[in-house]
């Protein structure tokens, strides 16, 4: 199959490679890809300022924002062939460490985490992978392709849960909220936050969207209000309908 690879901290070395089909061992859920969001770490990894190559390997196959279609999975499994997913970026390391073990892996301590697309782990950016089920998040079908957005949208999620944790242990009531950056984790809260600090009930709310079972309330959300394009935009897979998505789309 093709995938995008790139040798880490080597710049100019991203190329569309044939690769073997995704190994087993990387879980018993087989995804076809439908899209890949870049972001700056994209970026970071093609200038090649970073990024880890699996071990005994040169190369990494890119990609860690995405959105693909479910091609198989095991009788018990939270997802099921058709099912549109996401699949989540950081593995906790083996260790474990103190947060990796109570599945709080965005704190690991000892550095000895993986990361699909960044750090020792083969991406999404391939026409297939394989992952586990408890690291695949079933999407809302009615978002369509815009599900490519649920990760950097994650990352907001857990960046405001921790902002209203601090500013929590006083009197809350935020006015402004500045937000910069032009990628994706900067464009998914610009629409948003403005509304939640609005409503003084946005901690309740925020807090919900971080649990893969209540991300129609974050997918309703981002779909109706206008959506700016996050800058270079999505990268498509061969595979991919065109844009813009419509809802009985893919
Ligand atoms: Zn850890």
Known sequence: MKALTVIPLKAGSAELS???????????VLVETLAIGICGTDAEILSGAYGWPPHGRERLVLGHESIGRV??????APVKKGDLVVGIVRRPD?????NCAVLEWDFCRNGQYT????????????????????FVVKVNPALGILGVLLEPTSVVAKAWEEVDRVGGRAHWDPKTVLVTGPGPSACSPRSSV???????????????VSSPTSCATWERRITREPWPMPSPGPMWCSSAPAWPPSSSMP
Do not use: F
């Open 18 to 28: 044939d690769v073997d089909d995704p190994p087993e061992t990387d879980g018993p």
């Open 71 to 76: 091609l198989e999975a095991p009788d018990g």
């Open 194 to 208: 403005s509304n939640a600090v609005s409503t003084s009930t946005c901690s309740t709310r925020w807090r919900r």
């Open 115 to 134: 990361e699909r697309g960044i750090k020792q782990h083969d991406g999404y950016l391939s026409e297939r992978y394989r992952i586990t089920p408890d």
């Open 94 to 98: 083996p260790v474990p460490c103190a």
